[in-house]
Nanobody, 114 residues
Framework: VQLQASGGGLVQPGGSLRLSCVVSESIRNFNYMSWYRQAPGKEREWVARIYGGGTTDYADSVKGRFSISRNSARNTVYLQMNSLKPEDTAVYYC?????????WGQGTLVTVSS
């Protein structure tokens, strides 16, 4: 399975970006889809997940600012990021969990800076 993340870029603090992750197979096959991020010099950090039934979870650091969603017909998962802060700067990765198997795509860089 392949996952292709896109939508990253440079944005000013307080701005918004929407990341997309296109999956090469039906996202209905996955138990849940997740977004992670990795800032320079730091470990990878979980950001958000969406379960097959539509339930969502968020890390405390992004709760109220980020929103994960999906379009099953397009096999695409989104991460809407609002009120961005410099500390949100990272490479963002999407992943899918199917049973005990996880699949990951390449990341997309988000830089929040004035």
């Amino acid at each position: 399975v392949q996952l292709q993340a896109s939508g990253g870029g440079l944005v000013q603090p307080g701005g918004s970006l929407r990341l997309s992750c296109v999956v090469s197979e039906s996202i209905r096959n996955f138990n849940y889809m997740s977004w992670y991020r990795q800032a320079p010099g730091k470990e990878r950090e979980w950001v958000a997940r969406i379960y097959g039934g539509g339930t969502t979870d968020y890390a405390d650091s992004v709760k109220g600012r980020f929103s994960i969603s999906r379009n099953s017909a397009r096999n695409t998962v989104y991460l809407q990021m609002n009120s961005l802060k410099p500390e949100d700067t990272a490479v963002y990765y999407c992943g899918g969990i199917k049973g005990v198997t996880s699949s990951w795509g390449q990341g997309t860089l988000v830089t929040v800076s004035s």
